[in-house]
């Protein structure tokens, strides 16, 4: 398949190499730990990691910690083992909450500057006076306030002296600039809450704004790759930058975010899921989260796919979720044993057959690699087939199972349904067949065609497994008024039966991947499989449109 995608960032970075610009590429991944990550993390991941493998360069995992209230060391390690199990390994391992007392001095020095002054407006009061897009916003009243008194009241909110949210450090800039984030933004709070990592150290924690751009300085990192709804902070990024007097110039890129139809891509909404227990936990396998996406079945190799053909822009779309599916399947067609699975169980009786007599048939593990070898399976008189795959009043090309037709037995006979028993409530039950010695599969019997080819379960070996089918968790449609997407949840996100597997998959171990032949590629479950019953996941059926 050829590639398709696009990235200007690599332009870019490929640019200031050869100009010169830059010696080494250094590119940092910045979550905030308040949360698990998603696909849309990867693509960042991703790009972040392979941008500077590309050039020899370097890329950190950085936690962006200035948020104490929401955020969790579990988040911490989650995140670390997500961004391992993707295939990257980061240069250097750092935390936000590490550079607070560098921040706090370059504050200090802004003040001393004179960009900076201490604010008593309340929130509201900030908001109705920064003005709109076409109207200017007007100055703090306490705008005007000396050097000394600013570095005396930061000091002191540092201190815990006052209450949460009544002063706040803003940045002097110019109300009436067009650039709504110019109009003296926030750089730091009073929040009285237990840090993570810092612990009760710290009475104020800067704003977002303001610490990105300082971390990004402090570790010397050159291409700061964000999405495009901080465009409009690229100005105060680099004011922050310049006026830190920061020695070390990061510059800001920003690209399309990645949304994917059928889910969405935001942590708040994904920890509402698992707080009000709609799923299985983050790692549940209808989750977008990549712990979720892991345990569903997808390969790292996948998703690595996936975020380099989707390619990186600036233009915001939504990629099909099919999309994702083919580089699964790509993925797993040459790797994946192809065994086969019942997964709604009809009994299927060979009348002909001696009773107490099992033969061992030849299967080929995967007829598109034949490297990956044959094995047996075991057939006797009784075996379990699909229940659809039977039909009393069959349509009009309907050539599998129904009363006086013959089918293929993958990798075994040819059988010919003579009967069928059916229960009270008029469901069949068991189907009685003959099968023809004649035409053992590989004994190259040409005597006559069969339209149909089914598969099927030893009954005598066959290992009882549970199947766990999955739709999306919610349907695209945007919320109407008054509605959330948790009023969009699909009641039928997840399908749980009860059917058979080949005894080879007995003790099959947990995240081993399988095409079941018909089925799709299914994943055993690392929660719920045991040693006695296995418990698959579908990832994919088999067919795309892609
Ligand atoms: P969410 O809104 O889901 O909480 P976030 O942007 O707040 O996501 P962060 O932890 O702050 O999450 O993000 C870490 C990095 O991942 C950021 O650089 C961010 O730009 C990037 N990122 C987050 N979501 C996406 C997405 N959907 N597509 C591409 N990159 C993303
Ligand atoms: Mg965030
Ligand atoms: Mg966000």
């Not at 693509?43 to 910690?65: H, M, Q, V, W």
């Not at 955020?71 to 990257?88: N, P, S, T």
């Not at 800001?252 to 799923?279: C, G, H, M, P, W």
Request: proline share 5%.
């Amino acid at each position: 398949k050829p590639t398709t995608n696009t990235n200007f960032i690599k332009n870019i970075v490929q640019d200031d190499i050869q100009a010169d610009r830059v010696k080494q590429v250094v590119t940092r991944f910045p979550p905030e730990p308040n949360g698990y990550l998603h696909i849309g993390h990867a693509k960042s991941i991703c790009l972040n990691f392979e941008l500077a493998d590309e050039f020899n360069g370097r890329t950190n995992l950085r936690f962006d910690d200035t948020n104490p209230a929401k955020e969790d060391i579990e988040y911490v390690e989650a995140i670390k083992e997500d961004v391992r199990w993707l295939g990257f390994e980061w240069d250097g391992l750092f935390f936000a909450s590490d550079y607070f007392g560098e921040m706090y001095d370059r504050a200090v020095l802004l003040i001393k500057k004179g960009k900076a002054f201490v604010c008593e407006l309340t929130a509201d009061e900030m908001r109705t006076t920064r003005g709109t897009l076409t109207e200017p916003g007007q100055d703090s009243p306490y705008r005007t306030r000396t050097v000394e008194e600013n570095l005396d009241l930061f000091a002191r909110m540092r201190a815990g002296e006052f209450a949460d949210g009544s002063k706040i450090l803003r940045a002097k800039i110019d109300m009436a600039s067009p650039n709504i984030n110019l109009r003296d933004p926030a750089l730091y709070r009073i929040s009285h809450t237990i840090h993570h990592n810092t612990g009760d150290t710290w009475k104020i924690y800067p704003m977002y704004a303001f610490a990105h751009p300082l971390e990004d300085a402090i570790e010397g990192v050159t291409h700061s790759i964000c999405t495009l709804e901080f465009e409009d902070q690229r100005p105060f990024y680099d004011w922050v930058v310049e006026e830190c007097e920061m020695e070390q110039r990061p510059r800001q890129y920003e690209f399309a975010r990645l949304n994917i139809t059928n889910t969405v891509l935001s942590k708040r909404f994904l920890k509402q899921l698992v707080d009000e227990n709609s799923v299985d936990g983050w790692d549940d396998p209808r989750m977008p989260t990549i712990s979720g996406l892991r345990r569903k079945g997808y390969t790292a190799e996948a998703i690595r796919q996936f975020a380099r053909e989707i390619g990186v822009t600036k233009s915001n779309s939504t990629v099909d979720e099919r999309y994702l599916e083919h580089f699964l399947r790509e993925d797993l067609k040459l790797k994946a044993l192809r065994t086969m699975a019942v997964l709604k169980p009809l009994k299927v009786v060979i009348t002909n057959y001696p009773e107490g007599q099992t033969e061992e048939m030849e299967a080929e593990n995967n007829i598109e690699n034949p490297e990956m070898g044959n094995r047996t399976v075991t057939f006797s008189r009784e075996i379990y087939i699909e229940q659809d795959d039977f039909m009393e009043n069959p349509p009009n090309k309907y050539f599998r199972l129904f009363p006086g037709n013959e089918v293929r037995l993958k990798n075994a006979y040819f059988i010919k349904c003579n009967e069928f028993i059916k229960d009270a409530d008029g469901n069949v039950t068991e189907i009685h067949c003959t099968y023809d010695i004649e035409t053992k599969s590989g004994s190259g019997f040409t005597g006559r065609k069969v339209k149909g080819t089914i598969h099927w379960i030893d009954a005598a070996n066959a290992v009882p497994a549970e199947f766990r089918l999955y739709e999306p968790l919610i349907f695209d449609a945007e919320p109407e008024e008054g509605k959330t997407f948790m009023d969009h949840l699909n009641p039928n996100s997840l399908e749980t039966i009860q059917g058979f597997v080949e005894q080879a998959m007995l003790g099959v171990p947990a995240q081993e991947k399988f095409q079941f032949f018909r089925h799709g590629y299914f994943n055993v479950d690392s929660k719920h499989s045991t040693a006695e019953k296995p418990v698959f996941n579908r990832i994919v059926s088999l067919k795309s449109s892609f």
